[in-house]
């Protein structure tokens, strides 16, 4: 026998959307436990926030992702003492070990990618992972509250810090 009334429509909802769920998990919480711990945080949220959805007002994934940014960024304010110890920068040293386990150049440039995006601000981490999802910047802004314009802006000045850090990374990077 089932309590909620809209229990089938969000069960469909969210197994279809699950990828929202598992990449702002993964952007947000680096080990496994915090990922599953985040995700569940978001699933439950989403799940307490169902019945106030709006198709009129937002496209289903929009929401999703307002709801799950904020999840994450309250999880990662609530906890950022304890997750913030666990994320290193990207240093000569972790590109070294990457060459050694014979990883390919691909594998280093996407852990360098990773590292860059979990040393962002909560925002800034938000926008980047929405743009990496292909988000319209009309759609980035709804999702955070801020102006197209500034999509932009912040984006240009991420891409621009990224490109610095990838040719910093490898200049740094011993070639065989």
Known sequence: M?????SPPFEALLHEHRG????????????????RDLAQEIRV???????????????????????????AISYRRRDGALLAG????????HLDTLADSGAAEEDERLTALYAFIGELDALNRA?????????????????LGISETNVATKIGRIKQKLRGRMVAAEADSPRA
């Open 127 to 143: 926008l980047i992972l929405l743009y990496l999802e292909d988000r319209s910047y009309a759609e980035i802004a709804e999702v």
């Open 86 to 93: 666990r994320v290193e920068p990207l240093d000569a040293h």
């Open 2 to 6: 089932r309590t909620a009334t809209h």
């Open 20 to 35: 929202i769920i598992l990449k702002v998990a993964a952007v947000y919480a680096r080990d496994l436990e915090d990922r």
């Open 45 to 71: 949220q989403l799940w307490r926030s169902f019945g106030r959805y709006d198709a009129s007002r937002a496209k289903l994934s929009t929401w999703m992702y307002r709801i799950a940014l904020n999840v």
